[in-house]
């Protein structure tokens, strides 16, 4: 979004202040939305939210959900596990940072709504939101989303292909690829790889701000893990 903007002559100081302020923006939220006693929210619950929100999503929706222990698998089923719900708040008005950084996105959301009519077209016309005055916010959510689909498909390519036929740490195929990442063994790239691996990627898709950083898993499906080994 960042990149977008500069190429639009726009400034985004929340979503600047995001990138290079995110554990404190994220212990602001946990303090802000937690309830005083029990279950507190945590860094993926403040994740989620702003990835919502940069896909249209509303803050309404996130604190139901987190009140439910609702979620959207990947191939989109819906589900409520009520041990991972949190005792928030659903009437809790926004923080302050998360109010300026949804102003930011919903012009952004809207200028590329407005610049992609093709788009528009392919993601919304015969999908049942024709209509592009009673079904606008529902198309300004689903062309937001193909197009952030579309770049960061492209971005992790580029990685992808750059691991595999540059730096060659990974056989084809011989990976997990999601969304704005890719798995690989924790051991196999070095800072220099990794910088050279962002060079690339910057040269290739021609956005300057891109960064992949090396991130630990948030949790490990061990007995997954070992049923494969098994198999």
């Known amino acids: 979004m960042v990149e977008l903007a500069y190429r639009n002559q726009m400034d985004l100081p929340a979503y600047s202040k995001f990138i290079s302020n995110f554990d404190d923006i994220v212990s602001e939220a946990i303090d802000y939305y937690s309830p005083k006693e029990g279950k507190k929210i945590t860094k993926s619950d403040v994740k989620q939210l702003f990835n919502m929100t940069i896909y249209g999503g509303l803050h309404s929706t996130w604190l139901k959900n987190l009140n439910t222990g609702t979620y959207q698998t990947l191939d989109e089923k819906i589900i409520v596990d009520k041990s991972i719900a949190v005792d928030v708040d659903v009437k809790k008005k926004p923080f302050q940072f998360y109010i300026d950084f949804k102003k930011e996105t919903d012009v952004m959301i809207t200028k590329i709504y407005e610049a992609n009519k093709a788009i528009q077209d392919l993601v919304c016309v015969g999908k049942g939101y024709d209509d592009p005055f009673k ?92 049923e494969r080994k098994n198999q």
Not at 144 to 156: A, L, P, Q, R
Not at 157 to 167: G, M, P, S
Not at 195 to 205: A, G, H, P
């Open 135 to 226: 079904d606008e916010n529902a198309r300004k959510r689903r062309v937001m989303s193909y197009c952030c689909g579309v770049m960061e498909n492209d971005i992790t390519y580029y990685a992808y292909k750059f691991l595999t036929e540059k730096a060659k740490i990974i056989g084809v195929g011989c990976c997990d690829i999601a969304f704005d990442g890719i798995t690989i063994p924790s051991s196999s790239i070095t800072d220099k790889l990794m910088s050279e691996m962002n060079d690339y990627v910057r040269k290739k898709t021609d956005f300057k701000r891109v960064e992949f950083v090396s991130k630990p898993f948030d949790s490990v499906n061990h007995e997954i893990i070992e």
